[in-house]
């Protein structure tokens, strides 16, 4: 498979030849935009023509709205790795700004899609708005089309659905994760929903107490219900950590605990991992990911560290179960 390029301006792309663009957010690349973007790649390949997207960073509505922006279910790198998944050539990611969204339809379709990305045919929802005040829907596109002479494809809707007839969305994928229904919001997402991290220090206590836990200054991926899951840990990058890094791309069965401390009169969020059965590790700067499997039970404040010892080994043993059934 061929490296999918990514662009951070219109100036950065090379002359690739006629291209079928599409553009979004792609917040979780679920399986409604995976399907999506995988029939465009198949209908490029038989035009002859490359296959490309748009996206935008920040999100949109946290330049408009900032108050009401949503959680994003994943950071930017993960969500270009998951459009790298679908075969696309390369992804432009604009930088969403004010001044970006001033621009008048034709202007956006004229300097974007057509001199900048030379698009044959663009690739849009029937409830596609672009452009200043978002003046620009699906009409105004063809209309474009027939001017500057691109096609206008409007996505099939039942590339949208799924099986159970709900729309693929990411407000769905969000509401699974609220309910830590990870079984399901993985279905949708057609992979596991992921956290990353640095690991940074905490409080010691792990280590006395048998469970030493990898804290992760959490930098990515929407935090789902609290509590303790069943997950998989991977070393992305030692972070000049050698021992970290020697586990590079190893992936470690985890219990992830994900909430506040109670027990020990934690007031914060935590985000830990003890990787199960794997006694002596450093994990100290790396960067990490956790990839959440299923949820078990709340955060509970024990009164004892004996009785959360107790819990903890329990945690285990079902997350050790868990993760033996679903590789
Ligand atoms: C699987 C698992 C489940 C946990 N569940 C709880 C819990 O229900 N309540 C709680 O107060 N702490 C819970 N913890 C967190 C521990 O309190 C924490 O790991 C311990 O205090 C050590 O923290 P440290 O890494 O900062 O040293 C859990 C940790 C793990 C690994
Ligand atoms: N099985 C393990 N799972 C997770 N971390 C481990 C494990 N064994 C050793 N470690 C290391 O121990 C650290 C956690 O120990 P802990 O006593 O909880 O300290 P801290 O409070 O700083 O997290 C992790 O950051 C990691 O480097």
Redesign the pocket.
């Known amino acids: 498979m061929s490296v999918m390029h990514v662009w951070r301006s219109l100036a950065e792309i090379p002359d690739l030849g006629p291209a079928v663009v599409t553009l979004g957010n792609f917040d979780g690349v679920h399986r409604g935009h995976q399907a999506v973007l995988r029939a465009m790649v198949a209908d490029a390949r038989e035009r002859g023509h490359v296959a490309l997207a748009m996206t935008f960073d920040p999100h949109p509505k946290a330049v408009h709205d900032p108050a009401h922006q949503p959680e994003l279910i994943t950071g930017l790198d993960d969500r270009l790795e998951r459009l790298a998944a679908t075969g696309l050539d390369g992804v432009l990611v604009v930088r969403y700004t004010l001044d970006f969204a001033r621009q008048t339809p034709e202007e956006f379709v004229r300097d974007y899609l057509v001199d900048g990305m030379r698009a044959s045919c663009v690739v849009v929802g029937r409830d596609t708005r672009f452009g200043r005040g978002n003046a620009g829907d699906v009409e105004t596109m063809r209309a474009l089309g027939r001017e500057l002479s691109f096609e206008v494809d409007i996505i099939d809707d039942a590339c949208a659905v799924s099986e159970s007839g709900r729309r693929w969305s990411s407000t769905w994928v969000r509401e699974l994760l609220d309910a830590g229904d990870l079984p399901g919001a993985n279905d949708v997402l057609g992979c596991a929903h992921r956290l990353r991290g640095t690991v940074i220090h ?6 006395e ?1 048998g ?3 990898a ?1 992760l200054d959490h930098s990515a991926g929407m935090i789902p219900r609290h509590g ?1 899951y069943a997950a998989w840990l991977t070393v992305l990058d030692g972070r000049g950590n050698p021992r970290a890094q020697a586990l590079a791309g190893e992936r470690m069965a985890a ?3 994900l ?6 009169g ?1 007031t914060d969020l ?1 985000v ?3 990787c199960i059965d794997r006694d002596g590790l450093d994990l100290y700067d790396a960067e990490v990911a956790l990839d959440l499997v299923e949820w078990r ?6 009164g004892s560290l004996d009785a ?1 010892v107790a ?2 080994g329990e ?2 043993d079902w ?1 050790r179960e868990v993760l033996t059934v679903r590789t």
Do not use: H, K, W
Not at 259 to 264: A, C, D, S
């Open positions: 905490g409080d010691a206590l792990g280590r107490i469970f030493p836990t804290n303790v219990a992830v605990s909430g506040m401390n109670y027990t020990v934690g935590r830990e991992a003890f039970r709340p955060m509970l404040d024990f959360l819990a903890l945690d285990v997350c």
